[in-house]
Nanobody, 124 residues
Framework: QLQLAESGGGLVQPGGSLRLSCAASASIYGYYTIGWFRQAPGKEREGVSC????????SYADSVKGRFTISRDNAKNTVYLQMNSLKPEDTADYYC?????????????????WGQGTQVTVSS
């Protein structure tokens, strides 16, 4: 059973940056596509970004394109979400998830493993 642990959330001012980490308990390269999701209070969970399991193909939600960057460190079994130019509307609980295979789309909701989430608050 793959375990995922998010970290890096916190309180940041508008325009600031945070880097979220998603550490996996086992090797993800070649096996798992990793996705980042977020859920704000009273809203549905939405896909933010994902990175494919082998070729590193990425996908982003329109709301974060140009501001967020997803990357993967295969040696550390960790996926990062660098978030720049943060806005109050980015405030949410952020989750990473893993699914077997290479399909990567922010519209994909079916993932096999989920982390517990990390809270991001953007406020002055």
């Amino acid at each position: 059973q793959l375990q995922l642990a998010e970290s890096g959330g916190g309180l940041v001012q508008p325009g600031g940056s945070l880097r979220l980490s998603c550490a996996a308990s086992a090797s993800i390269y070649g096996y798992y596509t990793i996705g980042w999701f977020r859920q704000a209070p009273g809203k549905e969970r939405e896909g933010v970004s994902c990175i494919s399991n082998r070729d590193g193909r990425t996908s982003y939600a329109d709301s974060v394109k140009g501001r967020f960057t997803i990357s993967r460190d295969n040696a550390k079994n960790t996926v990062y979400l660098q978030m720049n130019s943060l806005k109050p509307e980015d405030t949410a609980d952020y989750y990473c998830a893993a699914r077997v295979g290479s399909y990567c789309s922010v519209y994909m909701r079916t993932y096999d493993y989920w982390g517990q989430g990390t809270q991001v608050t953007v406020s002055s």
